[in-house]
């Protein structure tokens, strides 16, 4: 069993080894050095993600990483086509010390340990199309404006049958539905190592169950700050991924993997101030709603996305609802104060750091603005009639159109370097 990393924390001058709190832990560079040192690290992974939110990574010997932590790793960019640098195409790796943290899939003679990275040029300057960096940037924002965000994503999965090579079947796991158990929920047992091992990595999933369609599972998480909450979202494809296929089976997080079964929604949760301030949330919401459509782009990203966007719960229309999980935004009734929100239109695909970079801006802008909420919409869509979808504003209903909608937005130009935009339009 994977055993959580100790700490090293400094006494009178000298490094000391405690067991380490289960979860919130953060590591200094002092730290990690000391702990790499002696216990029995083989590799570190310094992982990144590109504009499309595609986790990628380099492994370094322990030997490199004080070079690491001090001058940075170099990749070659130009081999990234989203960063879209040919040219002077060196960048180099940062690596984040506070994410520190053990794959527990590995053996336990020779670890393999993870962080992730920031990105800069040779000279030292940020890199733009570093997202990571973006929502760092936009969360600090947020705080000086008196606006602290906490967010706990809910993605959907499906679980395949793999074939002989490994690939994907497209056969479902099980035809199990919403909530069912064992053992017509076959992926029950994946769902518990899924969660048992985000767990052991300092994640705290709040609440596993199968979902609506045939092999499709949804995991939960616990509220954290944006940055964190990004970091989990990424982390978490990459572990189900890893343990589905260690299970011999195949993870899809597409929009829409199955024609006639629900999609795949990448549900983001988001609180305010610690959620005691509902006037504030909701002009939060209400800017959301506003440049929702202009957003749509980052939250939806592929062609795939808009088959799910409408459909069988999935929001089509900008709305919202205390109760209707078929509404853009829903906003839980408040259980003793504790007030909260919910946005349902993204998938998975989505870069994390720039769908949260966008709500963040977009509730931002609904607070300067003193925007109000329109009148809320307990319509069920799917068996609403014409007249009544016609009040509506409809979410954008191709990769097209959401294209045209970020490219025209003056709110998408100073969210986003351009950099990160012409990626997407040119995608």
Known sequence: MYKRCP????????LKKHAAPFYDMKYTKEEVMQYVEEEDVRFIRLAFCDVFGVQRNVAIMPS??????EYGIPIDASAIGSFGMTVKADLFLHPDPSTFCGLPWRSESGKVER??????????RPFEADCRRLLKETVEKAEKKGLHFDIGPAAEFYIFKAGEDGENTGIPYDTAGYMD?????????VRREICTTLEEMGILPEYSFHEAGPGQNCIAFKYSDPLT?????VTFKFVV????????????FGPKPLKDAPGNGLHINYSINDRKDYELLSMVNAGILEKIREMTL??????????????MKAPGYISWSEENRSQLIRIPRSMQGVHRAELRSGDPQSNPYIAMSLLIEAGLYGVEHGLTLPEKCDVDFDEASQKELDRFERLPESLEEAKKLAAASSFIKE?????????????
């Open 241 to 252: 991924e890893s343990i589905v296929a260690k299970n011999g089976l195949c993870a899809d």
């Open 298 to 311: 980052f939250l939806d990203p592929c062609e795939e996305s808009y088959k799910r966007l409408g459909k």
């Open 181 to 189: 158990t064992a053992p017509l929920d076959k992926g029950e047992n």
């Open 229 to 233: 909450a990004a970091d989990n979202a």
């Open 415 to 427: 969210a986003l370097p351009e950099c990160v935009l012409n990626a997407y339009l040119r995608h």
């Open 64 to 69: 490199e990483l004080r070079r690491a932590f």
């Open 115 to 124: 962080m992730f990275c920031d990105i800069s040029y040779s000279d030292g």
């Open 7 to 14: 700490i090293y924390r400094k006494e009178e001058g000298v």
